[in-house]
């Protein structure tokens, strides 16, 4: 049996077991998650199509691995106006097996995720139920120890490299670089042009892992930080 289903505005035909890429589904690597949108299903010859959907029909799905597909780059020039534009863009992927083809409203024999706003109604009743004792555990223990949110949150503040002394240099000078990507590298701890110069491919693929800019564009502004630290 298949089934051609919709999700994040494309179609696939999946049959059970099929290992299929497909756009981010908000899930842990293990989960089972429900696919509703059935365009057809069918066995052989025999295939009933919806409109647009089919009535009962739902396919579930394993979620394999969370991850990334290749870096897409778009280059924009004007002839004889001095003018580029680079743009990466990685799209978010999710890889899933198929589990089941479901007709008829029969229910998955896996339970699937629950979706995020029963998670959120389900966390809000926890956290009624269990605050006069977090109330209380805190105040006893405010004198004794900092709160492990605060521990965190200095944890996840750190920079990921550590800005030199002096005064900054204007890195919007470089191409594709503009105010906002500037000041998330200055939060990142890179101000001057010698310091972008001076990445390694290592500190280049952790940059691509902590920051929205592609590996292109970071060695790109490398070649450019060389020449304009050698005019300094």
């Known amino acids: 049996m298949f089934a051609v289903i919709k999700t994040g505005g494309k179609q696939y035909r999946v049959a059970a077991n099929d290992l299929l890429k497909i756009e981010k589904v908000e899930a842990k690597v293990g989960d089972i998650v429900e696919i509703g949108n059935v365009l057809a299903h069918g066995e052989g010859e025999n295939v009933t199509f919806g409109a647009p959907f089919?009535?009962?029909?739902?396919?579930t799905a394993e979620v394999v691995e969370q991850g990334k597909n290749r870096t897409v780059i778009a280059f924009k020039k004007r002839r004889r106006q001095n003018?580029?534009?680079?743009?990466?863009h990685r799209q978010l992927l999710t890889t899933v097996r198929i589990s089941e083809?479901?007709?008829?409203?029969?229910?998955?024999?896996?339970?699937?995720?629950?979706?995020?706003?029963?998670?959120a109604e389900v966390a809000a009743e926890a956290k009624a139920e269990a605050a006069?004792?977090?109330?209380?555990?805190?105040?006893e223990a405010k004198a004794?120890?900092?709160?492990?949110?605060?521990?965190?949150?200095?944890?996840?503040?750190?920079?990921?490299?550590?800005?030199?002394?002096g005064e900054p240099d204007d890195l919007t000078v470089i191409k594709g670089i503009g105010p906002v990507a500037a000041k998330d590298l200055a939060e990142q701890g890179i101000v001057t042009f010698a310091q972008l110069a001076k990445l390694t491919d290592k500190d280049v693929a952790k940059i691509d892992e902590h920051m929205p800019?592609?590996?292109?564009?970071i060695k790109d502004w490398r070649e450019q930080a060389k020449e304009l630290a050698k005019k300094k």
């Open 54 to 59: 089919v009535d009962g029909a739902m396919v």
């Open 83 to 88: 003018s580029r534009r680079k743009i990466g």
């Open 101 to 119: 083809i479901l007709l008829g409203g029969a229910k998955p024999s896996k339970k699937a995720t629950a979706k995020p706003e029963a998670k």
């Open 132 to 139: 006069p004792k977090e109330a209380k555990a805190k105040k």
């Open 144 to 165: 004794e120890v900092p709160a492990k949110e605060e521990v965190k949150a200095e944890t996840t503040a750190a920079p990921l490299f550590k800005a030199p002394k």
């Open 213 to 217: 800019f592609s590996t292109d564009q």
